[in-house]
């Protein structure tokens, strides 16, 4: 018998995580795990932005939602990171649980 192994591989930079995450909100409606996962995604990075250090902090646009940060974030010239990888982690996780 043979054994089947599956696995997910995160943290592909290669593509505009902005157009991405854009183009999975002009979709009207998302699944409840989804909705429940970009909610709590949005609470916990609101959380992390408010422990970083006033100079870092202020890199970060503020917002109330990922879509929000998303739009914001991605009209401003200063980029972070970090925040580069949060978003693609969010929007490759939101893309599989949807």
Known sequence: MTERLNFLLLGDQSFC?????????????????TRSFLDRAS????????????VERGKI???????????????QTQKTPALDSALLCIAQLALYIE
Do not use: K, T
């Open 17 to 33: 995580v902005h157009e991405v995450l854009a183009d999975f909100f002009r979709r009207e409606s998302h699944g409840v795990l």
């Open 43 to 54: 609470s916990v990075l609101q959380n992390e932005v408010d422990r970083l250090p006033r």
């Open 61 to 75: 646009p503020v917002f109330a939602d990922i879509q929000q940060l998303n739009q914001r974030y991605h009209e």
